[in-house]
């Protein structure tokens, strides 16, 4: 009746061992280490880098740790381990001088960081501790405020700069084309054009066309056109977002383990630098300027060895990049201000491009510099604060470019999405202000860290004494389950990778207690089953069986909060939500499963069971 069988003893057995092995990570601690990541858009970090680190740190006779390749996609880096802090610095100043021909242009940042003492074989299973918020690691808090109507004005600009372009195209004359607010405003002579031009810009599937009133003179008829609900919207959220973009990865250049970089409400940008103290380094960083440049060729210059006294005085030598070195005429065809969209694409051949549309006088210019230029070549260069120009890209004119072109010859589906991230958030898309800055010491996150310890170790404590004195055993067997709960929930947050704040500590000590709650439903139900005069055997069986419908009643209900809070919440909110819905799951397993297994194996194949230990079973009219 109470006997489980051995399938089910070694699921549990094979849960709790994997659970003590994903959060034993948490208790290793954490070693002074370096960080080297990218410092240029086009130079990459690989496992050649990993070597060269190595090797570096050997002949400058510095012990280390262990050297480590980590992450993935465009943020990985090289992790160097060390000892003690004195190596550590010195071992930056190695690194730095090893890897930066020039130091005023370096191509890899150096940070001073800290990486978990986690064995390597453990690493290799990704078994990794807990990230730690900034409210437990110390760190910077920026709330920024986006200006959405100078991105708005972007777009409506753009849509300026398209109209002008088709109705050139198609010859269609008109009398002026003027911005006013966030609408364009087109005049045209006579009725027979205007109806002309409206059926070419009403294939622009995103705008409202109305006819405007004629002007002063009641000679001018217009054309009204303005963005749609659903275009406005997207165009103040390709803002927000593309701003998102610029600031991830310029946050990457400073080290943090797990920055958070999200959008809050509809104009504003949390970011959270975790183990960050320089506040005017995170703030120079984050407000960095860069800008994009559009340049012809110089192709009367054949690059060779002495190619900079050949360069013509009105060219100029570029080195850094993609297919350098390079000549380009000093001219700027365009700036990156007037890229409004950048989205990885593909070609007439399916091969991976990059498809650009420009806003303002982009079209005009592009058009005017390409027209006799089809068959020459065209190069984009990126320009960063602090930084020597990078050739992001060198392709040759397949035809008369205007306010829509793509760009190719990418080679892979990779490097286009790559190079359209760059001409996204080269410059951040809209300006924005600080509106909050705050900053967390490390000895205040140290304090909440050991406050959070304290508090679960006084409330597990209590938990234990008052469930042993009241149901005896059983009490204990709640307490082992218990335990069992608390080592899958740290196990699943280790795995997951998540980043634990003060309101996932609450979040952990709220699941303790609805934990216990389960287990305290199970034995009250065994003693009814007593009362009611069962056996003990049929006690035990009849009192997990009707505890489970119970538990499962309530655990959902709750379980829809949680859900709840993720959906409509956000940052602490969504990290408590998080912890709480895990929680609840570990909880059924461990007070169920768990609790039932144990109680199997010391009762069960007791045949003649008398009484069981879960303390006094007060029945009904029994005498004191």
């Keep these: 009746m109470n006997r489980y069988p051995v399938w089910k003893y070694i699921v549990i057995a094979i849960t709790v061992l994997l659970g003590a092995l994903y959060t034993a990570p948490n208790y290793f601690g954490e070693s002074p280490a370096l960080q080297v990541t990218s410092g240029k858009s086009t130079v990459k970090v690989t496992s050649d880098l990993t070597a060269k680190v190595e090797q570096v740190l050997k002949q400058e006779n510095l012990k280390t740790d262990g050297v480590t390749l980590d992450g993935a996609g465009s943020h990985v880096s090289v992790r160097a381990r060390f000892l003690d802090t004195d190596t550590q610095f010195k071992a930056k100043l190695a690194l730095e001088r090893a890897l930066n021909a020039d ?60 109209v002008r372009s088709t109705l050139r195209d198609k010859n269609i004359r008109h009398a002026g084309i003027e911005r006013k607010g966030n609408t364009v405003e087109v005049k045209f002579r006579d009725e027979d054009t205007r109806k002309k031009a409206r059926a070419i810009i009403s294939e622009q599937q995103d705008l409202n066309i109305a006819d405007g009133a004629p002007g002063a003179d009641g ?13 406005l ?114 070609d007439q051949n399916q091969q991976p491009a990059v498809s650009i549309d420009l806003n303002g006088d982009g079209g005009r210019k592009m058009r005017e510099a390409t027209r006799d230029r089809v068959g020459k070549k065209m190069a984009i260069v990126l320009y960063e604060q602090k930084g020597k120009p990078e050739v992001l890209s060198v392709a040759t004119i397949q035809s008369e470019l205007g306010s829509t072109f793509q760009i190719t010859g990418m080679g892979n589906a990779e490097n286009s999405a790559e190079l359209a ?127 489970w419908d119970t538990i499962i009643d309530s655990n959902v209900t709750t379980l829809i909060v949680g859900i709840a809070l993720y959906v409509f919440g956000s940052g602490p909110v969504r990290g408590f939500a998080v912890v709480h819905c895990l929680g609840i799951l570990t909880s059924m397993f461990s007070a169920v499963f768990v609790s039932r297994g144990v109680v199997n194996l010391w009762y069960g194949r007791k045949k003649k069971l008398q009484s069981v230990s879960i303390g006094t079973v007060w029945v009904p009219g029994q005498s004191k």
């Design 233 to 346: 919207k997207e165009a103040m959220d390709n803002g927000v977002k593309q701003n998102i973009a610029t600031l991830s990865k310029r946050v990457n250049e400073l080290g943090v383990a797990e920055p958070i970089i999200q959008q809050q409400g509809a104009d504003r940008i949390v970011v959270q630098l975790p183990g960050v103290q320089d506040v005017a380094r995170a703030k120079a960083l984050i407000g960095r300027t860069a800008t994009l440049e559009v340049r012809m060729v110089d192709e009367t210059i054949v690059p060779g060895t002495e190619l900079q006294s050949a360069v013509p005085f009105n060219s100029e030598l570029f080195t850094v990049g993609k297919g350098v070195p390079v000549v380009l005429y000093k001219d700027i065809v365009l700036s990156g201000d007037y890229i409004s969209r950048a989205t990885a694409s593909f």
């Design 103 to 162: 130091p005023n242009d370096p191509a890899f940042i150096v940070t001073n960081n800290l990486t978990a003492n986690t064995p390597a074989w453990m690493q290799k299973i990704r078994a990794l501790p807990m990230y730690l918020g900034l409210d437990l690691r110390g760190g910077v808090h920026f709330l920024m405020q986006v200006d959405v109507q100078a991105a708005l004005e972007k777009r409506v600009v753009g849509i300026q700069t398209s």
């Design 219 to 231: 000679t001018d008829l217009k054309l009204v056109l303005s963005l749609k609900p659903a275009a």
């Design 421 to 547: 991230l760059l001409l996204r958030s080269g410059a951040l898309y809209a300006p924005m202000t600080v509106i909050e800055e705050r900053t967390v010491g490390p000895a205040l996150g140290a304090e909440n860290i050991q406050k959070g310890k304290m508090s679960m170790i006084y409330g597990f404590s209590a938990i234990a004494i008052f469930m042993i004195a009241y149901y005896m055993l059983f009490g204990f067997f709640s307490v082992l389950a218990l335990g069992v709960n608390l080592l899958l929930l740290m196990a699943l947050l280790s795995r997951m990778q998540a980043t634990l704040t003060l309101p996932g500590i609450a979040a952990i000590a709220l699941a303790l207690g609805m934990a216990i709650d389960a287990n305290v439903l199970i034995n009250e139900r065994i003693r009814e089953e007593l009362r009611k005069g069962n056996s003990p055997q049929a006690a035990i069986a009849d009192g997990f069986k009707h505890a």
